[in-house]
């Protein structure tokens, strides 16, 4: 159970910072100014969500499913979250389908972008997991 706890603080500290993030980079214009900045926030925003998958499941399915199943399950969340965030970002303009080439490009690097922070949270988190056991 102490994983746990630990895993907990480290992915609330995580959620922490991207919303720190996230609210300089709006108040800043950095998302409009920087072409990088929207990048980082979906990897770390992803590992997030996974590092919290991982605490939901262990917490309510306990040792029933093994390492690379949570983390399947945990990028599938990423993944589902940043797919969730591009159609959020459409509905409010934020990003338009008639820029093209310019929209199909930003909307993949985030969606591998998400794929590879909720990989390298999962993987994290499964570690600390193991290391706890």
Known sequence: MMFQTKLF???????????ILNLVG????????LWWYDIILHFLSAGVVSLATIVFFRIFLGKRLSGQTLIK???FCALVVGIIW???????EMTYLSDGMIYVTDTVSD???????????SIY??????NNE
């Open 26 to 33: 709006t108040e800043l214009y950095l998302y409009w100014t």
């Open 125 to 130: 988190a499964i570690r600390l997991v193991k």
């Open 86 to 92: 591009e159609i959020y970002e459409l509905y409010f």
């Open 73 to 75: 399950y945990a990028v």
């Open 111 to 121: 969606l591998i972008m998400d794929i590879a922070g909720g990989l390298l949270g």
């Open 9 to 19: 603080k480290q992915a609330f500290l995580l959620l922490f910072v991207v919303g």
